[in-house]
Structures are given as C-alpha cells and as structure tokens.
C-alpha cells in the first residue's frame, strides 16, 4: 500500500440536533441562601408540646408513606420521606423515658433524637434530613473503624483530603498547569494521565494495577459478592480500575460492544460502592450524635450522589441489571414498573443490522425519555424515588435538561436544578452516541452540576464538608465517559475542562485505520485542503469542492452515474443540497436523518435506476438507519465520518455490493476524501495513527492507498 504527501491537526466538529422526545417535571426551587458553617450541637431543649407534635407527624408520615408506595407516578421530582419506615420506630418523647427509667429503678437515660426533623407533605427530603439505612446495626456501633484509612482513595479524596495538596493542586487548576503522562496498557492503548502541577508531583509516574477485586477497596458489603462472581479481572478491567476507583476524571475511547459488559461492571461496582460508603459514614455520625458527640462533616446539600447519563431505556435496563447483580438486594420496590416503562421483551431491531446499531437501538422505544431514581434503604432498593430522596440519578440528556428548564412535564413547573448540587460521581456510557444527537444538552446538564442550591431544604450545615461550603464541590466531582472514539466536542468538555483535583485521564487505541480493512481492492484518493482556522473550515471546504469535484463530475456527466457524497455535518448537508438544486445540471437525490421514509425509499430507488446520477448521504442518516445502498460505483467523501466503522460499511460495504451484483468490475471503483487539518482525530481513524503523524507533515496534498 503506498502513499504520498499531508497535514493535519485537531479541532471542533460541528454540532447537530436531536430528537424530540419525551416529557419531565421540574422541582420548584426556594429561596436564595447559603447558611454559616458552624460545628457542634447545643444542649437538647426537651419540649413536651414539640415532641408530641413531632410523633404526630411521623405517624401521619408512615401512613401517607404505606398509601404512597401504591402509586404509579415514578417522575415527580419531590417526594415525601419514607426512609423512616426503615428506622426502628419512633423516639420516645423523654417523659416517656423518665417514667420508665422511675419505675425501673434505673438512672434516666438520656434521649434519642433524630437528625433534622420530619419533612411535611410541601417538603422535600434531602441527604441531610435522611438517615442512611442500609448499613447493618453492627456497622452502626462499630467505632473500631473510624480511623481514617489512608490508603483508601475515598476517604483521602471527599472524607479529609490533604490541605496542603488541595490547596496546591486547586491553584495549579486555576492556573491550567498540569503535568502529563503516558502509560502503555497492557492489550490496549495509551493512558494519557494528567495531574495537578504542584511541586510534590513526580517527574514519572507509576500505574497501579488490580489483579482483582480484592486489590481495591471495596465496601465489604460488595467485596464479598464480587469476588464470588468475578474472581479476577481480565487485562483491560486490571488496567483501568485503579484510574477509575481513584476518582480521577476518565475518558475511555476504547468502547466496543464486547468490551461494554467488563466496563458496565466496573462503573456499577464502583458507583454502589460510592453510595455504601458514603451512607455508612452518614450511619456513624448518627451513632455519634446519639452519644451526645460532635459529628464530622459527612454530606453535601442534597442526597444525590451518582448521576448516570444514558442513551435510552434499553442502557438504564443494562445498567439497572448489572447494578442488582452486583448488590443482590432483598427487594426491589416497583421494579415491575420498571419493567413495564422500559423492558421490551420483543425484537426490535432486525438482524441483519451491525451489532453495534443493535445495542444502541434495540429495547423499547417511545416518547418518554429515561428518567428516574434509584434510593438504598436496608435491604431494598427502591425505583422511581423522587429526585431529592434518591442516590443514583437514571436521564437522558434531553430528559435531564427538561428537568432543569422546567419544560415537557404535564403541568407547568419552575426549573430546578438543586438536586444536582452534591453529584460527586457523573458516568457517560454510549457517549459517542450523544454526539449524533444534540450535544447542546450535555453541555447545558454539566454547567448546572454542583452549584450552590437555591433553598438548602432544611439540611445540617455542621454536616455538610467544607468543600461544598467553599464551592469547590466542582473539583471533587469525578466524571467518567465511556466511548467508542473520541471528538473535540467530547474531549473538550470532559477532559480538557476537568477540574477534579485528583487528576485526569484519557486512554486512546493506537488505530491501524479502517483502510486495511476494506477487504476490497479500490483506489483510495486522499486530498487535503488549505484551511487556515476552525472557523474558516467550512467555506474552505465548500470553495475547494465546488472549485475542484463539482467541475469532474460535470465534464463526464455520463460517468458520474452511481456517485454517492457523504456529508458528515448537517450544516454542510444544507449547503451542498441548495448548490446542487441552484448551481448545477446533475440530476441528485438526497438523504438526511430527517427525510420522509417514502422520500427516502424515492431516492434509493431513482438512484439505483438511474434516474438520479448523484446521491447526497448524511453520517446521521447513516448512523439511525444504517441502509446498505444498491447502485453506489463511486463514493466521494465531502467530510470524514466521526464514527470509523461508517467508513468501511460505506466505502468497503457499498462498492462490494456492487461488484456482487454485477453493476462494477473489480477495481473499478473509486474512493476521494477530502480532509483538512482539523479533522485529525476522524483522520487518525481512518488511515491509521502511523501513516497520520507523516500526511501531516509532508508537503504533498494528495495520497492514494490501492
């Protein structure tokens, strides 16, 4: 295979729209406040009135809870406490103590009170006013291991960080000054880890690995259940655990549809064991309050801690049945529910379709956006729970941000976005999926994670962690993307604007490139184009292709015949489509993932027939329907696709059907790309991470690979 001449360089793709799908409610936000930071409980003020005030309304709210558990309105943001059903039972009122402790002939004992008060009906529940209940009594009393374990990444990273090193490192982010370095994995690719550039940094820095689950400090409530179903972990699940258990930001580039269970499990794994320990300190500091001890700061604003971003139904289905796997909870409240909104127990998707468009597509498909709660009690997992009374967070982006703007609910709502104020761990799976749908909603979901809250719901100020009070809530959130490849969008937003504290890390595949793997002789022309910025891109590319495609394609009007152009941005589809309806005598059709489904089967058909030399095809039509088009002898790239596996179903897969069904003879088909020095990351895709580094450097603009 030979080559000649290129230049490159990395840059932002253009940005397209979404479906319109589905419907959400909004919280209703309070007033604006913030609170003093202040340690310590004062002496109990015993108040008979109060008390007995106080029974009553747990009373009424253990029954509303019972009526409440009937019903089957899974997406209301607010929600009445319930988490006092899974306590013991009420407090007595400490007259009640005293006459006991009289009649016993026993010293008083000192009272029992609750943390916070028990929410009314019009208030919503958040991690402050919500004891924890899933930890066994035992841990409950267990002072023996309230020492801080250093050597785990959780109680170093949220519990009590190092504040010389916060320090430090906040203000090398502020200043953009990191320190990078690559490590080579073992069966995959390259981590490129980035830190927080403060003198105690290193010059090199060592990976750690985890031969298995035992070598990471998993809560022993899971340790035991792990270990049982995966004894050890395979080679990329031992290179990536430590950079994932570590909280470091992490964008994994490597996602395919055999390697997303090994991942999914990770991710699962290591977000419940977030929640356990999270709850489990929550447990102790009650346990010290009840002593009469002053607690330490264990919370944040609201009780959310985990928020997953998701595609669709069919990956919160995967993620919810890896999540109980992993658990192995007692009960699973409204599951059936569950199972009703978002298993779909049929075939949805033919088989003949690639098996990466069958994970993305398959399951149920309709006009709600996935959205729910997850919430922990003591041996029972609960679905749909009201936003502020859950720990994990199920939405799409689209979904999400309806929340957030107040819109797509069945009554008018105020937007609300408090109970995304204390994420502490945000996971993307499929997030090269959101990419061909609207990434305007990622970017709008992540400038409203962890900001101050407008009302702080009633919660502990001595309890909530320094960190938040300070708003740096942001530098110790960890998020993790999981993708098949990686865009400037995606690498903008969720690695070069990490602001976590304890680092980043990005691990990318050394690509061979798509054009080994063709399994089709065709010529493969490569012409690069001058464009001097981002900006400038667009008219750069639309001047060189009407200066130098359109004129070959008029001049031998009976050869153009089976030419298909492949349009990767919508944007340039419009444009190209209105030059070929104004500017040219070329008979063309067009698809784009808007067209009709009968215009779009018009089109196949007059291309196939002859009736139309010229067809326009969009990457997003090609990513919601994935045709195989009949009659294609000649393939013209007007933008590389994001995806690589477009390029071999296009170029390989279309002129191959030809050549079998007799329309071309071998090697007489024809490949032109063009590519500019923006499009380094699609480019690396395609012609291979090598041969990039070399056409980007070379002074010829044209390379042909046979």
């Not at 490139?513 to 001097?532: A, W």
Request: charged share 30%.
């Amino acid at each position: 295979m030979a080559f000649h001449g290129g230049t490159r360089g990395s840059g932002f793709g253009g940005r397209g729209r979404g479906f319109q799908r589905g419907s959400s409610r909004g919280g209703n936000p309070g007033s604006r406040g913030r609170g003093g930071f202040k340690r310590g409980r004062g002496k109990p003020i015993y108040d008979s009135a109060r008390l007995a005030q106080r029974e009553a309304e747990e009373n009424e709210n253990s029954e509303s809870e019972s009526s409440s558990s009937e019903e089957e309105e899974p997406l209301e943001i607010e929600s009445s406490s319930d988490e006092e059903g899974d306590e013991d039972g009420p407090a007595r009122s400490s007259y009640a103590a005293l006459l006991e402790s009289l009649s016993s002939g026993a010293p008083p004992q000192a009272k029992r009170r609750k943390i916070g008060h028990v929410p009314g009906p019009d208030v919503v529940e958040s991690v402050n006013e919500t004891v924890p209940s899933h930890v066994e009594q035992d841990e409950d009393s267990d002072d023996d291991d309230d020492a801080l374990d250093t050597s785990d990444p959780f109680e170093t990273h949220f519990a009590d960080p190092d504040d010389n090193t916060l320090a430090q490192r906040l203000a090398a982010i502020q200043q953009k000054s990191w320190s990078s370095h690559k490590v080579l994995l073992a069966n995959s690719g390259t981590a490129v880890i980035s830190l927080p550039k403060t003198n105690q940094v290193k010059d090199s820095y060592v990976l750690g690995k985890a031969a298995a689950p035992v070598d990471l400090k998993i809560h022993k409530k899971l340790a035991g259940i792990v270990s049982r179903q995966r004894p050890n972990f395979n080679d990329l699940e031992s290179s990536i655990a430590p950079l994932i258990f570590n909280y470091e930001d992490f964008l994994f580039c490597e996602r395919t549809v055999s390697n997303s269970d090994d991942l999914r499990r990770l991710v699962c794994l290591h977000a419940i064991n977030h929640i356990y320990k999270t709850r489990e300190r929550v447990m102790k500091n009650k346990t010290r309050i009840e002593k009469e001890q002053d607690p330490s700061p264990d919370q944040g604003y609201t009780r959310p801690k985990v928020l997953m971003i998701l595609h669709s139904k069919q990956s919160c289905v995967r993620m919810i049945n890896m999540i109980t796997s992993l658990c192995e909870p007692d009960q699973q409240e409204k599951r059936n529910i569950f199972n009703d909104r978002y298993v779909e127990m049929e075939e949805t998707v033919p088989g003949d379709k690639p098996a990466d468009f069958r994970e993305l597509f398959e399951g149920k498909e309709d006009n709600e956006e996935p959205l729910f709660g997850l919430k922990w009690t003591k041996k029972t997992i609960k679905f749909f729970s009201g936003f502020y009374n859950s720990d994990i967070i199920f939405a799409s982006p689209l979904g999400l941000r309806r929340v957030i703007e107040g819109k797509g609910g069945k009554r008018p709502q105020k937007g609300d976005y408090d109970f995304l104020s204390s994420i502490e761990v945000a996971i993307l799976d499929q997030t090269d999926a959101h990419i061909m749908q609207s990434w305007d909603h990622m970017e709008y979901i992540f400038q409203h994670l962890n900001l101050q809250p407008k009302d702080l719901r009633n919660c502990d100020i001595s309890r909530i962690r320094p960190w938040y009070l300070d708003l740096n809530a942001k530098h110790f959130r960890q998020t993790i993307a999981l993708s098949a490849f990686n865009t400037p969008e995606i690498n903008s937003l969720l690695y070069n604007q990490s602001q976590n504290w304890a680092g980043k890390s990005k691990v990318i595949p050394n690509y061979a490139g798509q054009i080994e793997n063709l399994e089709l002789k065709v010529k493969q022309t490569f012409s690069r184009l001058e464009s001097p910025s981002f900006t400038d891109d667009p008219d750069a590319r639309f001047n060189y292709f009407t200066a130098s495609i359109i004129p070959t394609l008029t001049r031998r009007a009976k050869d153009t015949t089976g030419t298909l152009i492949f349009i990767s941005s919508s944007l340039d589809f419009d444009r190209i489509r209105n030059y070929f309806s104004t500017s040219t005598s070329l008979s063309f059709g067009s698809i784009s993932e808007y067209t009709p489904a009968s215009d779009q089967s018009r089109a196949r058909s007059h291309f196939l027939n002859g009736r139309h030399s010229v067809l326009l095809y969009t990457e997003r039509a090609h990513h919601f329907f994935r045709f195989r088009i009949r009659g294609v002898k000649r393939v013209i790239m007007y933008g590389l696709p994001e995806n690589p596996i477009f390029y071999k179903e296009i170029v390989g897969g279309f002129l191959a059907r030809s050549v079998n069904e007799g329309q071309l003879g071998h090697g007489e088909g024809s490949v032109r790309v063009m590519f500019s020095k923006w499009d380094r990351l699609k480019f690396e895709r395609i012609v291979g991470t090598e041969r990039t580094g070399r056409m980007i450097t070379d002074k010829g603009d044209t390379f042909d690979f046979v």
